[in-house]
């Protein structure tokens, strides 16, 4: 019971973990290209990722289930039913999320800084370094909303993952599981661990940013 | 600014590390048999246990149960996302059988489905014929007197719901006071609770829950309308790509083999008091296939 139960936390943890970890390697380059190159395109872009922001997470499930299914255009890399598709599905889940959140932050930035930085004659390169640099303590926090989104949704890890015991169970399909056995307390039990391992998650977070 | 990049440094070693792990989680992916179930016949325990034995013979297979509705399990079969289907809802497999998706397949187990309802019973059904006393709920209902919770989720109860209806000759839906959720059996109960309606549902769901349905009791139990027949399938490797009949099959001929069934005949005793199911041994007089052919026949 506690072997499978830490299983499942660890398990949720990586796989979120994994989830931000990509989203994040795309979404604040992306963010970054936006803020700094003045483009048309720039706010109908973030108004599409804000938009996405909202979408339900069974839809997105949904979509990727069709794609990596044996029958669908991805299906040959076999990676439905695996911590894998989880991961990737809950990465193109909160890349909206990381892009919007981080977009307002940088662009906050650029205008005390980058101009300056500009001005004083350093290279654009340079002063984007210095933009990036100087708000990271602000990305990490939008990293970590994402992070938290990922580990908290359902959607996707039901569709994608199956909730296969041992292999692609996570937290909240298992509460999910334990809510249509009947299982009311160990479902409200999982939902207290689930938050209190975010807030560990949060705390530790916030206070590695602080050093940064 | 050293401290900047020990912290940056630890950071990217952790999630080169967190990349590592899931991806080497997943390289645990052969010698797997992946079975789609109805939900109501996971949560009972019963098929973890099943595996359990199943892999004393065979301890290099890994069973995955992907638990859904009777509805999406058949659904993920013709995809090619299941080597195996558990279900009970014979109309619908009898689409899929006649399309070629499943191939040979077995009655494994059988139970019978409860109607429950308020304790007051406003339309004096208990005890019971199942087929006329939804006649009796749908007249009660007209006058204002009774409500019906449906599940209207596609699974094997809704279909069997459907079924009951339709053997009674009465036609519920758009009434007011049939209720269509979207919802799974635990929910489905929980709100005929709330609403003092009435309700098909499985046993062992009823069972586990029923302390927390104190408005509810159930009022008949018996009835050949409300028998539920548990089938498995392989699925056909022949029509559908990717499928590993050869361990499905293997998993199929254990739990339609004398151990499986003395495993099903004696399941939830320990935890309810009384079996769950009934082992279908074979069906030695035909009874459980004709009456998986009439159900069939109703979808």
């Known amino acids: ?212 | 600014m050293k401290n900047r990049w020990i912290t940056i440094a630890l950071i990217v070693i952790l999630t080169v590390s967190v990349l590592f792990i899931s991806i080497y989680q997943t390289r645990q992916y052969e010698n797997v048999i992946r079975v789609t179930t109805a939900t109501s016949l996971y949560a009972t325990g019963l098929l973890d246990k099943l595996a359990e034995e199943f892999k004393r013979r065979y301890p290099e297979v890994s069973i995955h149960f992907i638990a859904v509705g009777s509805g999406e399990a058949l659904r993920r079969a013709v995809r090619g996302d299941a080597d195996m289907v558990l279900s009970h809802a014979p109309n619908l497999e009898r689409q899929y059988l006649n399309d070629g998706v499943l191939k040979s397949g077995g009655i494994f187990a059988y139970n019978y489905l409860i109607i429950v309802g308020p304790s007051e019973d406003p339309a004096n059904i208990a005890g019971m014929d199942p087929v006329r006393a939804m006649t009796a709920i749908y007249v009660a209902g007209e006058e204002g007197k009774a409500k019906f919770v449906s599940r209207a989720d596609k699974s094997g109860t809704h279909a069997r719901e459907l079924m009951l209806w339709s053997l009674a000759g009465v036609n519920p839906l758009n009434k007011q006071w049939y209720l269509e959720l979207g919802a799974d059996m635990v929910q489905t109960l929980m709100v005929a609770n709330e609403k003092g309606a009435y309700t098909l549902s499985d046993v062992s769901t009823y069972l586990k829950f029923s302390k927390r349905l104190g408005g509810l009791k159930t009022l008949i139990e018996k009835g050949d309308a409300l028998l539920n027949v548990y089938s498995v399938y392989v699925v056909n490797s022949a029509k559908v790509p990717g499928v590993n009949e050869k361990l499905a099959e293997a998993f199929m001929k254990f739990i339609l083999s004398e151990e499986g069934q003395k495993i099903i005949e004696g399941y939830g005793i320990v935890e309810f008091g009384r079996p769950l199911f009934n082992a279908a041994n074979g069906d030695p007089k035909g009874e459980l296939k004709n009456a998986w052919e009439d159900i069939a026949k109703l979808g």
Do not use: C, H
């Not at chain 1, 300056?116 to 350093?122: H, L, N, T, V």
């Not at chain 1, 290279?123 to 990922?150: C, D």
């Open chain 1, 1 to 212: 019971m506690w072997q499978e139960l830490t299983d499942i936390v660890v398990r949720s943890l990586l796989i979120s973990g994994m989830a931000t970890v990509l989203a994040t390697s795309w979404g604040i380059p992306i963010t970054m290209i936006l803020t700094v190159k003045e483009s048309k395109f720039r706010r109908a872009l973030l108004d599409v990722a804000n938009t996405l922001v909202a979408i339900p997470t069974v839809l997105i499930g949904l979509l990727l289930y069709l794609l990596f299914s044996r029958s669908g255009p991805l299906g040959f890399f076999g990676i439905l039913y695996t911590p894998t598709s989880i991961a990737l599905g809950e990465a193109i889940l909160i890349t909206p999320l990381i892009i919007s959140l981080s977009a307002s932050v940088l662009r906050e930035t650029k205008t005390d800084i980058w101009e300056m930085a500009i001005s004083i004659g350093a290279t654009e390169r340079q002063a984007l370094v210095v933009m990036v640099t100087e708000s990271l303590p602000k990305l990490l926090t939008a990293v970590l909303l994402g992070f938290n989104r990922a580990i908290g949704e359902l959607g996707v890890a039901l569709i994608l993952g199956g909730n296969i015991k041992g292999l692609t169970r996570v937290m909240t399909t298992a509460i999910a599981l334990e809510v249509s056995k009947g299982e009311f307390e160990l479902a409200l039990t999982l939902g207290g661990i689930l938050l209190f391992v975010t807030f560990l998650v949060t705390v530790i977070v916030r206070k590695v940013g602080r050093d940064l």
